[in-house]
């Protein structure tokens, strides 16, 4: 698949910093983005068809007892599929189970014709495709941030160098997922986290981190809060602490409670 770059400008942080968060979380799960391909099958192709559904039950029966990610392929030749699922680190079981049936039920709906789909959410990663993609990093993105949300202009360096430290970092984590937070010489702190597929190797993870830098540099340069979504990697960036302290679904115990924050 060629590389593609998508920048594109929201205001779905600011809506999500004006509700109340659930218990256990410093935000919600929504909807970030999604990529279908055109209409590639028929009603009639049956075989791909039940191919993918099969492929869908088997990514949200496994990926919480596999630590988060699933990657598997059903079937043969002409309708085979290849798919995988990824959720973010610190979510706990019930929530990345919840995730990975939204993110299906997005895809059945709004991909339905295609043979391949990329749908992301706040909480977990969904791609499917019938030609195989496990191992190979790609450039898809996108960034996400708000035309108002600008930083101060002391803390741009710090933050971008505080990202930069963490897409150096998180690449070695066990699971290639790290959070961190940033004692601005302001004061405050700052937050991030990123994280990668882990169908990639721990090298292409930090060269797809370091890339999200490099494209959006301009878009989130200047810009208090921000997310960057992709094929193999994804970092999140913001002012207040918006993850859980553990990794709760690597645990399996309850997560600590997070004060509301508007």
Known sequence: MKTLIISFV?????????????????????????????????????????????????????VVSHDGFYQTQVGEKANKVYGLILCRGDIAADGCTNCTLDSIKVASEDCSRSKEAWIWFRWCFLRYSNSSFFGVMENTAAAITNDTDFEDPSVVSEGFSFMSGLSATAPDQIYMFQTAILNVSQGGKRYGMAQCTRDINRRDCERCLNAQLVNFRMTIGNKRRWEIYGSNCFMWYNDYRFYSNVSTLLSGESCDLLPNHH
């Open 10 to 62: 929201a205001t779905l942080l600011l809506i999500i910093c004006s509700i109340l968060f659930f218990p256990c979380f410093g935000d919600t799960n929504v909807p970030r983005g999604l990529q279908c391909s055109e209409a590639d099958y028929s009603v009639n192709e049956d075989g791909f068809h039940t191919n993918l559904k099969t492929l869908m039950d088997s990514l949200a029966a496994n």
